[in-house]
């Protein structure tokens, strides 16, 4: 009986949990033998029937065998060899001619290889680079027989430490030979001339000249060579070359290529480019501290996933929005959106076998997964609009549906609210006068407003006038520019005919101290006479206040007075840092006399 209740106790747990997620479980494979990462992932309408099928750039296992795999439901329906690595995986349209059938682009070595309708279409193959001139000559003298293997393979040794062009494919598998399998190979490709061919490290599509959802596409590709290349989608010519300052690894694209696009991309150096259409370099530039495992634009803001286990938020001018620390290593990233409700999120696969959604650094919802993700797609597939597919680090396939009555929230990924949400406030009672109040403020809503404004400007009149005499009458002066930070203070003593004036002087900076300054006094010669009308200040140190004191004697026996005016002045210039005014009392002595 109590392996009963326990067992039931556990199913109706999970039913709990099943009925609580926002997720279908619709097929797991953990022996699906399919190893790739996101850009390798596509959903497409690939015969315009409606069906939308899962193309997959497999690597294979441990990077043998790599191919093509096209998939309907959970069942491969075909699948191709391929001559090297897939880099990227993209569907676009090529034409505006009927029927609209999307053709597949598949980035794979130094060339992309279009299908349509599932069968080979167009081979473009990268433009290639001129040789090392250097290089060129070491192999015309092989050629010629007038350097043997060894020297050669020296030579070429330091061709490659040294030289700002890197060798060809050629010499470098020469330099990764035996000795003895040295002059076999050069007798073997001594006739044939050098080639330097460049790869593709990533590849994404761009709006020709509309921003429908179903207008023709370039594709822009990132090629080893530091460079960004966009292909027209007829004629697969070059539109357009752009040079980065590293590799791109990642490519974000926004806008039509015929009338203005920006474009980012994210480089092996650690930084993310920013550039729009005709700029010849980029227009701005994000710094990381480290380098990027992703890139996902969401709405206007640049989604970057470091190896940092963190995720940025940033501008397209670069300026940085928001970070959100994440529990372990993020793996892979792509894009969530769903168009019925407006959303768009940021999907991390990270290595604790987690899935986390995130609008902006709000997390909505985490998926757990057996084993860690190493590739994301979200979109149609089949008939289901809202489709999740997921691959392992194992090879597995995983494919979840979100539930239509499925609602992303805030939070939504945490255990739930406190329990200080669920307690309700002591609210008071509305009184008789609340009320009152209330419906005085409605009515005469607009009069209390103006009301409100005018005593408020009036206000800020009466500061500006109070600060204005305090600095005529140098109750408190203070130095006005940032650079001379100073601070006077004036009190004077006696009753007279002689007073004795002490000046306060402070430097009120943090840290740095001010030296050679002076100090004299502008007064009335026949009312006053000073012993020191003009003296040095010594060094101010920052925080200290320093006493200056002089004496003035009062020369008029008429019981007047008048203002002694203070100067504080630098070494070598004429405009005063720091002014005050001296109200003198009147001399009690001489009133007297």
């Not at 190893?35 to 294979?60: I, N, P």
């Not at 996933?305 to 940025?312: A, E, I, M, V």
């Not at 985490?366 to 194992?394: K, N, Q, W």
């Not at 006493?547 to 003035?552: N, R, S, W």
Request: aromatic share 6%.
């Amino acid at each position: 009986m109590a392996a009963a209740s326990s067992s039931d106790s556990d199913s109706g747990r999970a039913e709990s949990s099943e009925a609580s997620s926002k997720w279908l479980d619709a097929h797991y494979d953990p022996m699906a033998n399919i190893h790739t990462f996101s850009a390798c992932l596509q959903l497409a309408d690939l015969h315009g029937d409606g069906e939308y099928k899962l193309v997959v750039g497999d690597l294979g296992p441990g990077g043998q065998q790599p191919r093509l795999k096209v998939l309907k439901g959970p069942t491969v329906l075909s699948e191709s060899p391929l001559p090297a690595l897939p880099a990227a995986a993209a569907t676009f349209l090529m034409e505006q001619h009927e029927p609209r059938t999307p053709a597949l682009a598949l980035a794979s070595g130094p060339c992309v290889y279009v299908y349509k309708n599932l069968r080979p279409y167009f081979k473009f193959s990268l433009p290639q680079l001129p040789p090392n001139p250097l290089e060129q000559d070491l192999w015309n003298q092989a050629k010629e027989d007038r350097i043997d293997p060894l020297t050669l393979k020296e030579m070429l040794e330091g061709i490659r430490e040294k030289a700002e062009v890197p060798l060809s494919v050629q010499s470098l598998r020469f330099l990764q030979l035996e000795l003895s399998e040295m002059e076999a190979f050069v007798n073997q490709h001594k006739s044939k001339s050098i080639r330097r061919q460049t790869v593709i490290t990533t590849m994404t599509t761009l709006k020709k000249n509309l921003a429908d959802e179903d207008a023709v596409s370039c594709l822009v590709l990132g090629t080893e060579n530091k460079e960004l290349l966009v292909l027209d989608p007829e004629a697969f010519t070059v539109l357009a070359k752009i040079s980065l300052p590293s590799v791109p690894v990642f490519l974000e694209v926004s806008g039509q290529f015929d009338v203005e696009f920006r474009l980012a991309a994210a480089c092996r150096n650690g930084n993310i480019y920013m550039l729009r259409r005709d700029s010849k370099r980029p227009k701005y530039c994000i710094e990381l501290s480290a380098q990027p495992v992703g890139l996902v634009r969401v709405h206007k803001v640049l989604v970057v996933g470091s190896n940092q286990d963190s995720l940025h938020g940033f501008t397209h001018k670069g300026k940085r929005l928001w970070a959100v620390q994440m529990p372990a290593a993020i793996l892979t990233m792509n894009l969530l959106e769903q168009r019925s409700q407006g959303l768009q999120a940021v999907m991390a696969g990270l290595a604790n076998g987690e899935v986390r959604i995130y609008r902006d650094k709000a997390l909505l919802s985490i998926v757990r997964t057996p084993d860690a993700v190493t590739s994301l797609c979200f979109g149609r597939y089949g008939r289901e609009d809202h489709t999740l597919i997921m691959t392992t680090r194992g090879g597995g396939l995983i494919i979840k549906i979100l539930k239509r009555t499925a609602v992303f929230v805030e939070g939504g990924g945490e255990a739930g609210p406190p329990p200080a949400q669920a307690m309700k406030l002591n609210m008071p009672r509305k009184t008789r006068l609340y009320v009152d109040q209330t419906l005085r403020e409605r009515e005469a809503g607009t009069a209390m407003h103006r009301t409100f404004q005018a005593d408020l400007y009036l206000l800020r009149l009466r500061a500006a006038r109070a600060y204005a005499q305090a600095l005529e009458s140098s109750l408190s002066p203070v130095s006005a520019t940032a650079r001379e930070p100073l601070k006077l203070h004036a009190v004077v003593q006696g009753l007279g005919p002689t007073f004795k004036l002490t000046l306060h002087l402070q430097n009120t900076s943090t840290a740095r101290p001010i030296l050679g300054l002076l100090v004299c006094f502008l007064y009335n010669e026949g009312l006053y006479a000073l012993p020191r009308a003009f003296f040095k200040v010594p060094l101010l140190v920052p925080g200290l206040s320093y006493p200056l004191e002089t004496f003035v004697e009062s020369l008029s026996d008429k019981g007047i007075s008048d203002i002694i005016k203070v100067l504080v002045l630098r070494e070598g210039q004429s405009a005063p840092l720091l002014s005050a005014h001296i109200n003198m009392p009147v001399s009690e002595g001489l009133a007297a006399a």
